[in-house]
Antibody, heavy 117, light 112 residues
Framework: EVQLVQSGAEVEKPGESLKISCKASGYTFTSYWIGWVRQMPGKGLEWMGIIYPSDSDTRYSPSFQGQVTISADKSISTAYLQWSSLKASDTAMYYC??????????WGQGTLVTVSS | QSVLTQPPSVSAAPGQKVTISCSGSSSNIGNNYVSWYQQLPGTAPKLLIYDNNKRPSGIPDRFSGSKSGTSATLGITGLQTGDEADYYCGTWDSSLSAGQEVFGGGTKLTVL
């Protein structure tokens, strides 16, 4: 069974750094793009960027370029999303999703990130 | 402002049919496959339709997708109260040099 399992909810202060994870199982991790999606409270879905774990080719949506870093460790089939300095506006649910062609066919359960002083 | 335009809300009675539109341009829908996602309250999105009109295993044939030019449509027949959810279209947009995945703004379906 294809599965993406994300790390747990986080509560952080503004200015702090954070790295959340998405562990894949049930398929060849290096054969599919995997991406991150943000959903702010009460709002829609936004693609942040995608990575191809085989060669770490990474593409960011313009709104998120320079704001976050997407990475992957193919030795443990895990993708990451990290911030170097969190802002209150980063408060959101974050989902990872596997891309099958242009479609996200498998989603993680989501990681809630709360940034508050 | 989303690159893909969806109506904010639609509603219909149980058992009826509803359609949700997704309008884009030649840089996205016009030249790429469209997917549709269902997000039930408090849950992660789920893929309903891919490659414009294909259903993943386990998705009932009450759900259908179509595309014409720079627009796509999701159809749901035999509406059930359990279909109340937010629905999103998605595709690839090649207007930027590297391209990017994009979503519509989402449509809230109410089953009256």
């Amino acid at each position: 069974e294809v599965q993406l399992v994300q790390s747990g909810a986080e509560v952080e202060k503004p200015g702090e750094s954070l790295k959340i994870s998405c562990k894949a199982s049930g398929y060849t991790f290096t054969s599919y793009w995997i991406g991150w999606v943000r959903q702010m409270p009460g709002k829609g879905l936004e693609w942040m960027g995608i990575i191809y774990p085989s060669d770490s080719d990474t593409r960011y949506s313009p709104s998120f370029q320079g704001q976050v870093t997407i990475s992957a460790d193919k030795s443990i089939s895990t993708a990451y999303l990290q911030w170097s300095s969190l802002k209150a506006s980063d408060t959101a649910m974050y989902y990872c999703a596997r891309l099958y062609g242009a479609a996200a066919d498998c989603w993680g359960q989501g990681t809630l990130v709360t940034v508050s002083s | 402002q989303s690159v893909l335009t969806q109506p904010p809300s639609v509603s219909a009675a149980p058992g009826q049919k509803v359609t949700i539109s997704c309008s884009g341009s030649s840089s996205n829908i016009g030249n790429n496959y469209v997917s549709w996602y269902q997000q039930l309250p408090g849950t992660a999105p789920k893929l309903l339709i891919y490659d414009n009109n294909k259903r993943p295993s386990g998705i009932p044939d009450r759900f259908s997708g179509s595309k014409s030019g720079t627009s796509a449509t999701l159809g749901i027949t035999g509406l059930q109260t359990g279909d109340e959810a937010d629905y999103y279209c998605g595709t690839w947009d090649s207007s930027l040099s590297a391209g990017q995945e994009v979503f519509g703004g989402g449509t809230k379906l109410t089953v009256l």
